[in-house]
T-cell receptor
Framework: AQRVTQPEKLLSVFKGAPVELKCNYSYSGSPELFWYVQYSRQRLQLLLRHISRESIKGFTADLNKGETSFHLKKPFAQEEDSAMYYCALSGRQGAQKLVFGQGTRLTINP | EAGVVQSPRYKIIEKKQPVAFWCNPISGHNTLYWYLQNLGQGPELLIRYENEEAVDDSQLPKDRFSAERLKGVDSTLKIQPAELGDSAVYLC????????????FGPGTRLTVL
């Protein structure tokens, strides 16, 4: 079964503090993992994907196959990071459906 | 570039009424997806099109939901008749082709069934 679990529905940290949004998955095979973000009144957009190995807006995520995790991290949170974050997976064979977690609402306090 | 366009943005109907949602994907994107997002949940796939062919509709409740993408560009998702539990956000997304997993989402249509 394909499943993505984001254990925290809400996460609140202070500006400048480190942030970690947790994501665990189950998938038979080698999935592709993504983080999508939705800022207030904006559409869902891709933040990063594990195959790119990029740092976007200071965020990074490492795929840990042993722990089946893909946690999103940022060393110093900024107020503009406040948003809804969704972890998602898909198969690697071309265009396939995304399976999303239920999302984590991140609030950065000034 | 406008991105994925959806209309209407909001729709309020009474139960048992029909409703339709329209999606125009990014130009040149062959793959189109319809997702359902219930309150407090992540999106869930309803149907995926490759050009005009529905290649994954296993999650589409076919007793009341239907979709079409006749010319392989725009798509319409219909519910007839709507039920109270259909109240949700309906998202359309597109990706360039079968090789590319990056999906671009529209703003969604928020449906309220009274």
């Amino acid at each position: 079964a394909q499943r993505v679990t984001q254990p925290e529905k809400l996460l609140s940290v202070f500006k400048g503090a480190p942030v970690e949004l947790k994501c665990n998955y189950s998938y038979s095979g080698s999935p592709e993992l993504f983080w999508y973000v939705q800022y207030s009144r904006q559409r869902l957009q891709l933040l990063l994907r594990h195959i790119s190995r990029e740092s976007i807006k200071g965020f990074t995520a490492d795929l840990n196959k042993g722990e089946t995790s893909f946690h999103l991290k940022k060393p110093f949170a900024q107020e503009e990071d406040s948003a809804m974050y969704y972890c998602a997976l898909s198969g690697r064979q071309g265009a396939q459906k995304l399976v999303f977690g239920q999302g984590t609402r991140l609030t950065i306090n000034p | 570039e406008a991105g994925v366009v959806q209309s209407p943005r909001y729709k309020i109907i009474e139960k048992k009424q029909p409703v339709a949602f329209w999606c125009n994907p990014i130009s040149g994107h062959n793959t189109l997806y319809w997702y359902l997002q219930n309150l407090g949940q992540g999106p869930e796939l309803l149907i995926r099109y490759e050009n005009e062919e529905a290649v994954d509709d296993s999650q589409l409740p076919k007793d009341r939901f239907s979709a079409e993408r006749l010319k392989g560009v725009d798509s319409t998702l219909k519910i007839q008749p709507a039920e109270l539990g259909d109240s949700a956000v309906y998202l359309c997304a597109s990706s360039q082709n079968w090789r590319d997993n990056e999906q671009f989402f529209g703003p969604g249509t928020r449906l309220t069934v009274l």
